[in-house]
């Protein structure tokens, strides 16, 4: 079936700009996991969502990023007013309800800011 | 707070040669610990997961192991191949389904 898939592929934006990134779950998937891999910093944890619940936003580095899921399907990150540090992958991840809890990654996002 | 450290950062070899790559965490507690690969330009593709109640798990030329109480997983790589040239990332959780915690990763080069 189909996996994680994410857009844009590749996104240049100059510093300042607000920008959306977005992550479509596999299907019936009921957790959504954003992560950001830099340079400096490896892979970090962002923000998660489960179900219905209240999102943990514990990883979001400052109040210029946040992210929505509608319709417990589809996910957006939104940094606004970006800054050069913020060029990074964004990766989004997703995983099933029960089981073994596996994470299943998508293809990831580049973020250029100029 | 779980922090997990890979060594070595990289790594390179002949092809055919057996290796082992090392992920050590601080936090005992460990529910989840999975092993990825990543290559240049791509996303991660999970490998193995090991679940607290496990000792290791096989897939093919791969296995992985876990021993919580020296906070210690390896991945062995059988046979090595040039295809395994990649970044190797292990990662883990300390509650079911919550986020995970990365390595830094170990970058291989099996040489042909």
């Known amino acids: 079936g189909a996996g994680v898939s994410q857009s844009p592929s590749n996104k240049v934006t100059e510093k300042g700009k607000d920008v959306e990134l977005r992550c479509d779950p596999i299907?019936?998937?009921?957790?959504l996991y954003w992560y950001r891999q830099s340079l400096g910093q490896g892979l970090e944890f962002l923000i998660y969502?489960?179900?219905?619940?209240?999102?943990?936003k514990s990883g979001l580095p400052s109040d210029r990023f946040s992210a929505e899921r509608t319709g417990g399907s589809v996910s957006t990150l939104t940094i606004q007013r970006t800054q050069q540090e913020d060029s990074a992958v964004y990766l989004c991840?997703?995983?099933?309800?029960?089981?073994?809890?596996?994470?299943?990654f998508g293809p990831g996002t580049r973020l250029t800011v100029t | 707070k779980q922090e997990v450290t890979q060594i070595p950062a990289a790594l390179s070899v002949p092809e055919g040669e057996n290796l082992v790559l090392n992920c050590s965490f601080t936090?005992?507690?460990?529910?989840?610990l999975q092993w990825f690969r990543q290559d240049p330009g791509k996303g991660l593709t999970s490998l193995l997961l090991?679940?607290?109640?496990?000792r290791e798990q096989t897939s093919g030329r791969l296995n992985a192991s876990l021993d919580k109480s020296s906070g210690r997983s390896t991945l062995y790589i059988a046979a090595s191949q040039p295809g395994d040239s990649a970044t190797y990332l292990c990662?883990?959780?300390?509650?079911?389904?919550?986020?995970?915690?990365f390595g830094g990763g170990t970058r291989l080069m099996v040489k042909p």
């Open positions: 969502f489960q179900g219905n619940s209240a999102p943990d």
């Open positions: 990662a883990g959780n300390n509650n079911a389904g919550n986020m995970l915690t």
């Open positions: 090991i679940q607290s109640s496990q």
């Open positions: 299907s019936g998937h009921t957790a």
């Open positions: 936090d005992s507690a460990i529910y989840n």
């Open positions: 991840a997703s995983r099933s309800t029960g089981g073994n809890y596996e994470q299943y």
